[in-house]
């Protein structure tokens, strides 16, 4: 089956203006994860939905990010406000669920942000 | 930030030769994964373990959980061309929020 979708899987966009970022999880999935991946580094947790709530948003660095998943299946990632320093590779994962096996986290391949 | 401290940092190896890797913490740890992520592309799982001591293969490679759970290894034998690129360990969250925390990662290259 498919495997986990992000779109666009580039966006460049002005300092200051709002972007939206997709995640299409695996079908099923009740978990999905957004990580931010610097250059150089490796990928920190933002926030993770269980379902359509939103069960962890302590990575989220400032009130700019905020993220939906309204049905249960995808969710967007939104950043007001855009800065320089928000430049990064965003990554969706999702998993089964808790309790289902190992719950590995399955990614997708990532949305490139560059804000001019 | 970054909790888990990978090295080496890069590796330039030829085709054919072993490759070692560790991943150490200051905190405790109830399960070790290690994760490689190629250009373009999200991270995909190697390895999972989840008892101190445990080792665990998967093909040429092969990851140790430190006796200690502070610590774990990969070893990949006969690197080959596609072995190249980032290789990360990372911790999960307890049961029921099972976000990761990443290592700093090992890049490694392989000379012609």
């Known amino acids: 089956g498919a495997g986990v979708s992000q779109t666009p899987s580039n966006k460049v966009t002005e300092k200051g203006k709002y972007v939206e970022l997709r995640c299409d999880p695996i079908?099923?999935?009740?978990?999905l994860y957004w990580y931010r991946q610097s250059l150089g580094q490796g990928p920190e947790f933002l926030i993770y939905f269980q379902g359509t709530g939103a069960a962890d948003d302590s990575g989220l660095p400032n009130d700019r990010f905020f993220a939906v998943r309204p049905e249960g299946s995808v969710s967007t990632l939104k950043i007001q406000r855009t800065e320089r320093g928000d430049s990064a590779v965003y990554l969706c994962?999702?998993?089964?669920?808790?309790?289902?096996?190992?719950?590995?986290?399955?990614f997708g391949p990532g949305t490139r942000l560059t804000v001019l | 930030g970054q909790q888990l401290n990978q090295s080496p940092q890069s590796m330039f190896i030829q085709e054919g030769e072993d490759v070692s890797m560790n991943c150490t913490s200051s905190?405790?740890?109830?399960?070790w994964l290690w994760y490689k992520q190629d250009p373009g592309e999200g991270p995909v799982l190697l390895i999972a373990l989840y008892k101190a001591g445990e080792l665990t293969s998967n093909g040429r490679l092969t990851a140790q959980f430190g006796i200690t759970r502070k610590d774990s290894f990969l070893n990949i034998s006969a690197s080959i061309p596609s072995d190249v690129g980032i290789y990360f360990c990372?911790?999960?969250?307890?049961?029921?929020?099972?976000?990761?925390?990443f290592g700093t990662g090992t890049r490694l290259t392989i000379i012609p």
């Open positions: 079908s099923g999935h009740t978990a």
């Open positions: 994962a999702s998993s089964p669920g808790p309790g289902i096996g190992t719950d590995t986290q399955y």
């Open positions: 905190s405790i740890f109830n399960t």
């Open positions: 990372a911790r999960r969250g307890d049961f029921g929020n099972e976000k990761l925390t």
